[in-house]
């Protein structure tokens, strides 16, 4: 083989070798960007998916959880003279979605008095509201009502503080327990009590 045939030949196969090594690296670049959109791609996804599930949870959440709150029920009328006016009979409701189990309501305590709250079931379904006793100390003998009146009538001869609060606990169908605070409020001069939800939180203690 002449000279020139030699170099002609390993020019060709220098010249193979750099398409070779071009075509090898523009594959490479084209696999790099094609797995890295793919990876963000699936990235996406799983991100997705993730929030759909977080989603779906705290939906799931709200669909069982229970709001448990006192209240007066103003179509619900009763005679009691402890009361010394038309009363109106004080209630438990759940407010919530989700069925209460084990209720339990915090007494209602003053510098004077404690007002004890007798429940007389264990749960409440969504919307269900019942009529519940208060237990309270009258001339140093225990007196049984009904009437949210009562409440009233402590504010007004000073045996219970604005801002008392009442708690009721309480918890949802996977055991998870909760609070509802009620704070009441005394206007002396029209001598209304109202009371304020004013939240409802998990039940830590």
Request: charged fraction near 20%; include cysteine; aromatic fraction near 6%.
């Amino acid at each position: 083989m002449d000279p020139n045939t030699a170099q002609t030949i390993q020019a060709s196969c220098s010249l193979a070798v750099t398409v070779l090594t071009l075509i090898t690296a523009v594959a490479l670049i084209w696999y790099t960007i094609e797995t890295s959109r793919l990876r963000r791609a699936t990235q996406e996804q799983v991100e997705k998916a993730g929030l759909l599930l977080q989603e779906a949870h705290t939906q799931n959440e709200h669909s069982i959880q229970p709001i448990v709150t006192l209240e007066r029920a103003n179509d619900l009328h009763i005679l009691e003279k402890t009361a010394n006016m038309a009363a109106t009979q004080i209630v438990i409701r759940n407010l919530g979605l989700g069925a209460a189990f084990n209720i339990n309501v915090e007494p209602l305590r003053g510098p004077n008095t404690t007002i004890r709250f007798v429940v007389p079931t264990m749960s409440l379904a969504a919307g269900q509201r019942e009529p519940i006793s208060l237990v309270y100390t009258e001339d140093g003998r225990p007196v049984v009502g009904g009437a949210y009146e009562l409440i009233q009538r402590m504010f007004h001869s000073n045996q219970l503080d604005e801002g008392a609060r009442s708690i009721v606990r309480y918890a949802d169908v996977t055991g998870k327990r909760y609070r509802t605070i009620i704070i009441y409020h005394y206007d002396r001069q029209s001598r209304e009590t109202t009371p304020r939800f004013e939240n409802r939180e998990p039940d830590i203690s």
